[in-house]
């Protein structure tokens, strides 16, 4: 598990706080010319520093440049994000970004620690708990001249999200991959593969979570038909670097063409960074989470374990993809009342012996498990199922967590330490956010919580009452259509309910 992990959750989990729109993300290739700064000759020191907006925009005339903003601070334990989106230029360049507490002789508090995006350098972020109401300063250096975007928020959350599934599938994948379209960088900054699954059926996705994973890379969204013009940017976004080094670059579709036709694939193919299409479908939908195993296997060397999930309802799987990628493991489907043969068959060629019934017996009935069971190797059936769906992803959530170390810490302390519970919150009632989402769950080592989309459900405020405070930034994925603003308030400002 830890061989393609490890190194990339710390460096990419930071950097999803950037909570930015697909417009504003592509204006990053838009222009290499800094632009001009509204704060300019009014932020070269502390004691001139403006007052920090919600966000501003900034720019490094020079690599010798110095941005500084103050803020302010009302009520201890106040949870404060701060972060940078580099728009335009920075050539080979680094930025990085200190907090201080004005209170007696400036005292440096905390900096963004150079692990804020995958393999980046232009993306900073610090997530901050306020020690007491006061004055904050926040110091800006760069090595190269850019413009950037600056942001503060207050609470433990950031929404991500675009005008649709499709356009907040790409937000997703800019969070974690925010820097494949500089020329400076080398070949390891385009994924050596993506995944891109149909926006308007679950199945083939719900299993490609774990592949998407495997690959550290995303999960982009299409119709069946024609490629949504933002996914298409986005392909060719994520595959520049590549494409400039002269590296492999593949994207990989899964479902058969009434899922994801023809033309899709062609369009696909005719990107000039994707070097190679591949197509993963069988017969069925068992059959093609039977294939993405496979393949998972042969890419990445699969443990023992699968999570067994229903191919005909989507809700208990959602929060299976991330802990299952986490585990080491597999996503399955099954029908209602019988255990598929290419199901059966994959657990019995993969080796898998500790599998996960995700859904009550109204979902997957006690023969399927009967079935597992039976099969050779005698896997151990465990069932995780609640009372709805909020409470089954609760208990998915938990066993990610207490079972595999789900909790927002990463492996490698090398860069940085990062030693605190973080979610990604969902809408139970539809899937196509949540399956970008499961991708980032695994860069974030964060469980996955189900709420209902007008307000924050009971079974995610045990899930905090449990394991918060958090000490790193937690996500919200998609817009208010999917996911209410009553929903996002409450969850953003949990941490109220964790103050003594």
């Excluded at 904050?136 to 599934?165: C, F, H, K, Q, W």
């Excluded at 790409?170 to 969070?175: D, K, N």
């Excluded at 045990?462 to 308030?489: H, I, K, M, R, W």
Aim: charged letters at 20%.
């Amino acid at each position: 598990m830890g061989r393609h992990r490890r190194l990339i959750a710390v460096l990419v989990a930071a950097s999803l706080v950037l909570a930015v729109t697909p417009a504003i993300a592509s204006a990053v290739t838009a222009s290499t010319v800094p632009l001009p700064d509204m704060y300019e000759d009014a932020d070269d020191v502390a004691l001139t520093a403006p007052a920090m907006p919600a966000e501003s925009w900034h720019t490094f005339d020079t690599d010798a440049d110095v941005d500084w903003m103050k803020f302010t601070v009302e009520d201890t334990s106040t949870p404060v994000i701060l972060d940078t989106v580099r728009v335009a230029g920075g050539g080979q360049g680094d930025m990085t970004m200190s907090l201080y507490d004005a209170g007696g002789p400036m005292a440096l508090l905390a900096t963004d620690g150079d692990y804020d995006t995958n393999w980046g350098t232009y993306d900073e972020m610090i997530y901050f708990i306020a020690p007491e109401p006061g004055t904050y300063y926040v110091e800006l250096t760069t090595d190269n001249p850019m413009t950037y975007i600056l942001r503060r928020s207050t609470g433990i959350a950031r929404r991500i999200a675009g005008d649709n599934r499709y356009a907040t599938s790409v937000a997703v994948s800019q969070r974690l991959r925010s820097e494949t379209d500089h020329p400076w960088w080398g070949t390891d900054y385009s994924p050596d593969a993506i995944v891109v699954a149909s926006g308007e059926n679950y199945p083939d996705a719900l299993a490609g979570v774990v592949l998407a994973s495997y690959h550290e890379s995303v999960l982009l969204l299409t119709r069946a038909g024609t490629l949504p013009a933002e996914t298409m940017a986005e392909i060719d976004r994520l595959g520049q670097s590549a494409f400039w080094y002269g590296s492999e670059f593949e994207v990989i579709i899964l479902g058969g063409e009434t899922a994801v036709s023809a033309d899709v694939e062609d369009e696909i193919a005719s990107l000039k960074s994707v070097t190679q299409v591949t197509r993963i479908a069988g017969a069925d939908r068992h059959e093609t989470a039977a294939m993405i195993a496979e393949e998972a296997d042969d890419y990445y060397g699969l443990g023992t374990t699968a999570f067994i999930v229903s191919g005909r309802n989507f809700p208990d799987a959602l929060a299976a993809g991330p802990v299952a990628a986490y585990a080491g493991g597999v996503v399955l489907t099954t029908e209602k009342d019988a255990l598929p043969e290419a199901t059966a068959d994959a657990i019995e060629a993969l080796g898998l012996t500790t599998c996960f019934v995700v859904g009550g017996d109204a979902v997957i009935s006690d023969d399927v498990i009967d079935e597992i069971e039976a099969l050779t190797g005698s896997p151990t059936v465990e069932r995780i199922a609640g009372a709805n769906r909020y409470e089954t992803g609760y208990l998915v959530a938990k066993k990610g967590v207490d079972d595999y170390g789900m909790n927002g810490v990463a492996d490698n302390v090398d860069y940085g330490e990062w030693n605190g519970q973080s979610a990604v919150l969902v809408s139970g009632e539809n899937f196509p956010d949540a399956l970008s989402a499961g991708v980032m769950c695994w860069y974030m080592g964060s469980p996955m919580l189900l709420t209902h989309p007008a307000m924050l459900s009971a079974d995610v405020e045990t899930f905090l009452d449990e394991y918060g405070p958090t000490v790193e930034p937690s996500y919200v994925v998609g817009g208010e259509a999917a996911l209410g603003t009553a929903a996002f308030d409450a969850f953003n400002d949990y941490w109220w309910n964790w103050l003594p």
